[in-house]
């Protein structure tokens, strides 16, 4: 294709980006993967010469590199710095800026340097959707969430989480105690994170059943302390990643995402592929991975009874626990293999050049 693509990227998605960049590697786009604050700044950085030293790293970078485009993996300072060197600017949506700041706003920034660094980074977010190439949603959930504020826009619509199924195998381990329920989840947006809560009156209703808990985050003051309480909640705090994760899935009866704010739900694509009966909130992007009754089971938020009847349900009826759970796992390892992801986005190169690179 003689096309050459820079990646920027979250130090924590490293791990799935280079895996992303290898495959799209394979059908002849030439990529280059980098961390972000490794070129620029944080806001208030007061370190001038790291400034500067940081800002003529990235301009070489870009001269020596001469990407065709730029795919931005989340919006930073980076991206404005792409747009000012006239430089196609391509942004992968994988959550809801727009209600994580409006919780932020709520919960988190309370002096006055916090709530200028919110307004900056809101404008800057702006900037860069308002001044973007391509924006690309990994859920038809965002794709209408962006369509909304910025009609206008070039926006397609791109599941971009991608994972290598042979990766994703039953590691043997007898360390928990059955029936048990699995819970991965970050504590950093309250959006997503107070659902949790309604673990208490869950527990409470299943007191033979334990659930363990791996995540950690800002809000864990308050979530564990008010779970801890009940004799069936185990906390792991943060598991390895992908190795103590893999583990933990290899052992569980059944896998439960209880949140409030969700783009697509990348923990249950790790889930379904490990072949374990799912059940997950009915928000965001995750019924666009959850058929209810066939590929898992979606739940109302902060209904406990509805929440524990479903628990109950697939521990009292396994063979139709793991038909859910195969089910959902040839759906995952068809459409979201990292092969058919890369696939995907040679298309969406395609068409690009084709239309809009002429």
């Not at 700044?41 to 301009?59: A, G, S, V, Y």
């Not at 900056?120 to 690309?136: G, P």
Request: one cysteine or more; hydrophobic letters at 40%; proline letters at 4%.
């Amino acid at each position: 294709m003689n096309f050459k693509i820079l990646i920027i990227g979250n130090r924590d998605r490293f791990i799935h980006l280079e895996k992303f960049a290898t495959e799209i590697n394979k059908k002849g786009i030439e990529t280059k993967l980098i961390y972000d604050f490794d070129f620029i700044d944080k806001f208030f950085e007061l370190n001038i010469k790291k400034k500067i030293e940081k800002n003529r790293n990235f301009k070489k970078l870009l001269e020596d590199f001469n990407p065709n485009i730029v795919l931005l993996d989340r919006i930073s300072k980076i991206g404005k710095k792409v747009i000012e060197n006239n430089i196609p600017l391509w942004i992968l949506l994988r959550g809801n800026y727009w209600e994580e700041a409006k919780w932020a706003r709520k919960t988190i920034y309370k002096s006055k340097k916090q709530i200028i660094s919110a307004k900056k980074n809101e404008e800057l977010i702006d900037y860069c959707f308002e001044n973007s190439n391509l924006i690309l949603p990994i859920s038809r959930y965002l794709e209408n969430e962006v369509k909304q504020r910025y009609p206008n826009k070039n926006i397609v619509y791109f599941p971009a989480d991608g994972r290598n199924p042979d990766e994703w195998k039953k590691v043997v381990t007898q360390k928990l105690k059955h029936p048990c329920v699995g819970l991965i989840q970050g504590m950093n947006v309250w959006g997503k994170t107070k659902e949790l809560l309604i673990l208490k009156k869950v527990m409470m209703n299943l007191p033979n059943v334990t659930f363990y808990l791996a995540g950690d985050g800002r809000y864990r003051k308050n979530i564990i302390p008010e779970l801890i309480q009940h004799k069936n909640f185990v906390w792991l705090n943060n598991l390895e990643y992908p190795n103590e994760i893999r583990k933990f899935f290899s052992e569980i009866d059944i896998f439960l995402l209880l949140s409030g704010l969700e783009g697509l739900g990348q923990t249950i694509i790790e889930s379904l592929l490990m072949k374990k009966p799912t059940i997950a909130s009915d928000i965001g992007g995750i019924p666009e991975l959850i058929q209810h009754n066939k590929t898992g089971l979606l739940v109302k938020n902060g209904d406990a009874e509805n929440i524990s009847e479903n628990i109950l349900k697939l521990i009292n009826n396994p063979s139709y626990a793991q038909e859910i759970a195969e089910s959902g796992y040839q759906i995952i390892k068809k459409e979201f293999s990292w092969n058919r992801l890369s696939e995907k986005f040679s298309e969406i190169i395609y068409n690009y050049k084709r239309d809009y690179a002429k």
